[in-house]
């Protein structure tokens, strides 16, 4: 247990009188993560309201420059070194640095000024099983920073280690990171809320043969010999922190933009890849300059949790999405967008999550349009809608259908649903078809500009779009209107649902096959796209004969499809319809891939019968030690087995 480990470790520290005030200290905290300004005195100002997912207090100190110190030890499974924060004091009288940790051993805190450093008294908080541990340090008057010398656990949250069988050439072991939403604390002991932002520069030791990238300027012509330098110059928030180490190759694109991945892999990236440069292009013409030098791709091991992460300089991505004819690159241009919107405008709390990936969702359909056309856009927008309208009807907690759900006190990683994407996204369009989309594009580039390398809330952007908007265009749009939109459980009846002449095809096809009218021979699918495979297949009901199916996949031999998309959409129209023979073939999928996005709904399928959950339980037995951690506690839900022990 961290606690008992800590207080053994304080016992021995040598500031004893400092227990006290920080043992008051810690046991508020809890209080004030829960919104306990209700049990204030009626005169006190209301405080600034704090980020629930952090115990850091930003209005105290808030970081400016990290500078970290790292070997990267593949035996024991953990990194180990030192961390240094350079501080804004914001606050002459505060005594106490509080900063979020999670299952990380603590060597030594020094706090200091200047070059010099001193021993202060720290304090590990026990362990919260959303938010970790508080690591409340002691600043004597005039510090503004911090050392820490600390190690990481074989298991943190935010790490994946990975033995060469993991891997695709199968020789080397892998490691990386997946900070967002608040697992950088399982990593580096930060301030891990992304209302802060900072500049970082990093040392990483590993073994001499391998890689180091991160989410930083990186040195494409390195020298493989086990030491690697990395500066950070704009400041980012800490989820953005990002890390990754193995046999990598790097090939470029284009001028700017490159990838890194295992030699297998390296050149079908890149030319999947290829139009990655133009993508830069159309999008810096709509929202303006692309301010982070490079963009380059990592290419992961297939355990990746996601799809892509927006890591800054070096979009982390699953290797699921190299199809093979460029079917599935909405996911760079997603990524990409996010050096705008999340990236350089960041949400400040997770409960402003659209911000990011709302905005996010729509400039993906926009970049889409502008380098594949229209068509293709409207299909992408159309099945993210219709992925919106299913989740919908699920969904429980009327706020969790708002774009303003209230996380507090709930993992950040729960609300990565369709409603901050899709609704998100919807919304933007519906503000796009009122204003046009020369001033909407505009308008958004003056949002991004306006708020460089800041964190806003969505009461910022409310107001933003109401000065900017609204109120120079009255009658268009009425603040009511915008309320709805994001406070409303139930969607604008005048919501512009997007259509795609390409989908109306492919329903009169499927109506006309489950009518009896069209034969399985007769479907007419020659010009189908990925996308509309996979509505094909969204929209399968129930209740399909078994004859239909084994039809269905002997004429177009679904069960060994090679796009991990498809595949996953089959498999899970198949499982609804008590479709034996894909069980192999998931099998192995559900072994190979840990994208969550992919394996969650096979599981959940399967989740439902007797027999099914049975064999996915025997599988993730198996195979859980490969997922990654994130990963692992989402499928154990499914299953109803236990979360991964804490240690
Ligand atoms: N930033 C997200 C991934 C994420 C969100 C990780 C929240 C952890 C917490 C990333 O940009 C993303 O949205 N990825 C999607 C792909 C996208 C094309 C919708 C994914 O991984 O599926
Ligand atoms: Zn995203």
């Known amino acids: ?37 209700s049990l204030l005195p009626p005169t006190m100002p209301p405080p600034v309201q704090r980020d629930p997912h952090s115990y850091a207090d930003p209005t105290q100190f808030s970081t ?23 501080l804004q004091r914001h606050d002459v009288a505060a005594q106490t640095l509080v ?24 304090r590990l908080a026990p362990r919260d099983p959303i938010l970790g541990s508080a690591l409340a340090i002691s600043m004597p008057a005039n510090t503004d920073r911090v050392r820490v010398r600390y190690t990481t656990r074989p298991d943190a949250s935010g790490l994946q280690w990975l033995t060469p069988a993991q891997t695709a050439d199968k020789k080397h072991p892998f490691l990386y990171s997946q900070s967002q939403a608040i697992h950088a604390r399982s990593w580096i002991p930060l301030q891990d809320t992304p209302a802060v932002r900072f500049t970082y520069e990093a040392r990483v030791r590993t073994p001499k043969s391998l890689l180091a990238v991160m989410s930083a300027e990186n040195d494409t012509k390195a020298q493989h010999n086990g030491e690697y330098r990395f500066r950070m110059p704009q400041r980012i928030p800490s989820y953005l922190m990002a890390i990754a180490v193995g046999d990598l190759e790097f090939r470029a694109i284009g001028p700017r933009t490159g990838v890194y991945a295992e030699r297998s892999v390296v050149r079908a990236a ?69 050096s705008w919107s999340g990236n350089l405008v960041t949400n400040a709390v997770w409960d402003d999550f659209w911000l990011n ?56 990683d729960d609300n990565v649903g369709d409603v901050p994407y899709e609704r998100g996204a919807l919304f933007l369009a519906y503000l796009e078809s009122k204003f046009g989309r020369a001033e909407f594009d505009a308008f958004l580039r003056k949002w991004f500009d306006s708020r460089a390398f800041q964190s806003a809330r ?44 390409a989908f109306d095809r492919v329903d009169a096809q499927r109506e006309g096959w489950l009518k009896g009218h069209i034969s399985t021979a007769q479907l007419d699918t020659k010009t189908w796209s990925t996308r509309q495979w996979q509505y094909f297949f969204d929209k399968l009901p129930t209740g399909l004969s078994q004859e239909q199916l084994i039809d269905l996949d002997d004429r177009f031999n679904l069960t060994r499809s090679r796009n991990p998309v498809l595949a996953s959409r089959w498999y899970r129209a198949a499982l609804a319809n008590d479709y034996s023979p894909v069980y192999p073939v998931i099998d192995g999928y559900l072994r190979r891939i840990g994208r969550m996005l992919l394996i969650r709904p096979i599981y959940q399928e399967l989740a439902r019968t007797e027999d099914g959950r049975a064999f996915a339980r025997d599988i993730f037995a198996e195979t859980r030690a490969g997922y990654h951690p994130i990963a692992q506690d989402a499928i154990a839900k499914i299953l109803d087995l236990p979360a991964t022990a804490s240690p």
């Open 64 to 86: 400016e420059h990290l500078a970290l110190d790292l070997r990267v030890d593949f035996g024991k499974r953990v990194l180990e070194g030192v961390a240094e924060l350079r």
């Open 1 to 37: 247990m961290s606690v008992g480990g800590s207080l053994g470790k304080i016992a021995g520290s040598p500031n004893t009188p400092l227990e006290r005030p920080m043992l008051r200290l810690l046991s508020l905290l809890p209080l004030l993560t829960l919104g306990a300004c």
């Open 357 to 412: 990936e709302g905005f996010t969702n729509h400039l993906t359909f926009r970049i889409m349009e502008e380098i594949y056309g229209a068509d293709r856009a409207a299909q992408e927008r159309a099945l993210g809608a219709n992925d919106l309208k299913d989740t919908l009807a699920k969904i429980r907690v009327p706020g969790d259908r708002t774009l303003s759900p209230r996380l507090a006190g709930r993992d950040p």
């Open 458 to 501: 969505t009461a910022d952007f409310v107001a933003f779009l109401d000065a900017e908007l609204l109120s120079k265009r009255p009658g268009v749009v009425s603040a009511a209107k915008v309320r709805e939109w994001i406070y409303s459980p139930q969607m604008p009846a005048d919501t512009v649902w997007p259509v795609s002449d």
């Open 99 to 122: 900063l979020d940790t999670r299952d990380l051993d603590i060597v030594s805190v020094e706090a200091g000024r200047g070059g010099r450093y001193a021993k202060t008294a720290w």
């Open 270 to 338: 890149a030319k999947e890849f290829e139009d990655t440069e133009r993508m830069m292009e159309r999008s810096e013409a709509i929202y303006g300059p692309y301010r982070w030098g490079r963009y380059d791709i990592l290419i992961l091991p297939p355990s990746f949790p996601y799809g892509g992460m927006e890591n800054p300089r070096l979009t982390f991505a699953s290797p699921t999405v190299i199809a093979g004819d460029k079917s599935l690159v909405s996911l760079v241009a997603h990524e990409l967008a996010h």
